[in-house]
């Protein structure tokens, strides 16, 4: 089978920008999605972009979105303590009704 | 609007006893559900998922099994339970529309198998 792959771990300090990282596998994915996991707690939906945007801005959180690569990146600007959870990405391609979920990475905000 | 609820939030079985995990959406008809793992430190398992009424895909094989018997509840059952099935399952749902399946996920139930 095909992985979404993310790093498994980002320490950053309290102010400073966070980007996690993410290598999807399916060049005909139509959607890719961020979600949030805090601990002990279902998925949140942070973000989503279509395929055919190459960035995505709403508030604090920009997307960019590489189709060449098939590369997907988050960035959290002034990244605060409540931001420490692990963040998944995701890729939808139409086929199954299915999503397909990287890894997970998982922040650590530091004081 | 929508939400989903697990049932029970925690549970703690011993080895080859029965499971039940029921999970229900409100505000929503028709939805796909689904079922997914996660085991402790890692990422998402697709277990089963549904696009209506007694319609079950199955993607890995295992000794669970689900049913949807209404439209809005799926549930996620065992016979007997193995020390493996620890984890946290969480339920997920999505409005079927085209090209789009943002899947939005109930709170979880923990699962500790002895």
């Known amino acids: 089978g095909e992985d979404v792959e993310q790093s498994l771990f980002l320490s950053v300090r309290e102010g400073d920008s966070s980007v996690i990282n993410c290598t999807y596998t399916?060049?005909?994915?139509?959607?890719l999605y961020w979600y949030k996991q805090e601990p002990g707690a279902g998925l949140q939906l942070l973000t989503y972009?279509?395929?055919?945007?190459d960035m995505k801005q709403d508030q604090r959180l920009t997307v960019l979105l590489n189709k060449k690569d098939k590369h997907l990146s988050l960035r959290i600007a002034d990244t605060q303590t409540g931001d420490s959870a692990i963040y998944f990405c995701?890729?939808?391609?139409?086929?199954?009704?299915?999503?397909?979920f990287g890894t997970g990475t998982r922040l650590q905000v530091t004081l | 609007s929508q939400t989903i609820h697990q049932w029970p939030a925690t549970l703690v079985q011993p080895v080859g006893s029965p499971l039940s995990l029921e999970c229900t959406v409100e505000?929503?008809?028709?939805?796909?559900l689904y079922w997914y793992r996660q085991a402790a430190g890692r990422g998402l398992q697709l277990l089963f998922y549904?696009?209506?009424?007694?319609?079950i895909s199955s993607e890995v094989p295992q000794n669970l099994s689900a049913s949807r018997p209404q439209d809005r509840q799926f549930i996620l059952s065992s016979k007997k339970l193995l020390l493996s099935d620890s984890g946290f399952y969480l339920c997920?749902?999505?409005?079927?529309?085209?090209?789009?399946?943002?899947?939005?996920f109930g709170p979880g139930t923990r699962l500790l198998v002895l």
């Open positions: 997920a749902w999505t409005a079927r529309q085209a090209f789009q399946e943002t899947q939005y």
């Open positions: 399916d060049s005909s994915s139509t959607y």
């Open positions: 972009i279509f395929s055919n945007m």
């Open positions: 995701a890729e939808y391609t139409g086929t199954a009704s299915k999503l397909t």
């Open positions: 505000g929503t008809s028709n939805p796909n």
């Open positions: 549904s696009v209506g009424i007694g319609q």
